[in-house]
T-cell receptor, first 114, second 115 residues
Framework: AQSVAQPEDQVNVAEGNPLTVKCTYS??????LFWYVQYPNRGLQFLLK??????LVKGSYGFEAEFNKSQTSFHLKKPSALVSDSALYFC????????????FGTGTRLLVSP | NAGVTQTPKFQVLKTGQSMTLQCAQD?????MSWYRQDPGMGLRLIHY???????DQGEVPNGYNVSRSTTEDFPLRLLSAAPSQTSVYFC??????????????FGPGTRLTVL
């Protein structure tokens, strides 16, 4: 079965520093990977996705993610964190049983301090 | 476009009561789905629909019913509420049911408490 793991419940970073939120995956076949962000009391918003092609994917709000097939990872990165980036981040993978079905990780809370 | 809308925002039920969570989208999306979000568990798929008249079960369907009579609406019914159904419920939609890789658009959520 498809799955993703987010090994960190929380990531703390100072404003202006680079940030990384980790995600590893386990899939059969080619992975379709996604990152979503959830701000407090809001629904999830799409950030970026990897389907095929370049291993470095650029997304919304200055975020990017690096797909690494050998390490089965899809880490979310940003060169310079903002306090407004503080939110809950979810990694997800397409489930093989349905084109649009997603399997989500447990989420990582990012806290950016001023 | 309003996107994906959900009502109500908050709801408190007593054990055994029934209710319907409403979800609507105005983007003419084929695919719609319901998730529940619980602390430490991420989002889990309850039911989904690949088009009007077609629904199927997700990972945690027990205690919930859905129907899709129109493209726009996808209500979730709790038949007899239980405390284990206390959660935040999200409706989501995406453009196509038959191609992978489309991002999903999420509603703002309904916070449900069952006493």
């Amino acid at each position: 079965a498809q799955s993703v793991a987010q090994p960190e419940d929380q990531v703390n970073v100072a404003e202006g520093n680079p940030l990384t939120v980790k995600c590893t995956y386990s899939v059969s076949g080619n992975p379709y990977l996604f990152w979503y962000v959830q701000y407090p009391n809001r629904g999830l918003q799409f950030l970026l996705k990897y389907i095929t092609g370049d291993n470095l994917v650029k997304g919304s709000y200055g975020f990017e993610a690096e797909f690494n097939k050998s390490q089965t990872s899809f880490h979310l990165k940003k060169p310079s964190a903002l306090v407004s980036d503080s939110a809950l981040y979810f990694c997800a993978v397409r489930d093989l049983t349905g084109f649009q079905k997603l399997v989500f990780g447990t989420g990582t809370r990012l806290l950016v301090s001023p | 476009n309003a996107g994906v809308t959900q009502t109500p925002k908050f709801q408190v039920l007593k054990t055994g009561q029934s209710m319907t969570l409403q979800c609507a989208q105005d983007m003419n999306h084929e695919y719609m789905s319901w998730y529940r979000q619980d602390p430490g568990m991420g989002l889990r798929l309850i039911h989904y629909s690949v088009g009007a008249g077609i629904t199927d079960q997700g990972e945690v369907p027990n205690g919930y019913n859905v129907s899709r009579s129109t493209t726009e609406d996808f209500p979730l019914r709790l038949l007899s509420a239980a405390p284990s159904q206390t959660s935040v419920y999200f409706c989501a939609s995406s453009y196509s049911s038959s191609t992978a890789g489309n991002e999903q658009f999420f509603g703002p959520g309904t916070r449900l408490t069952v006493l």
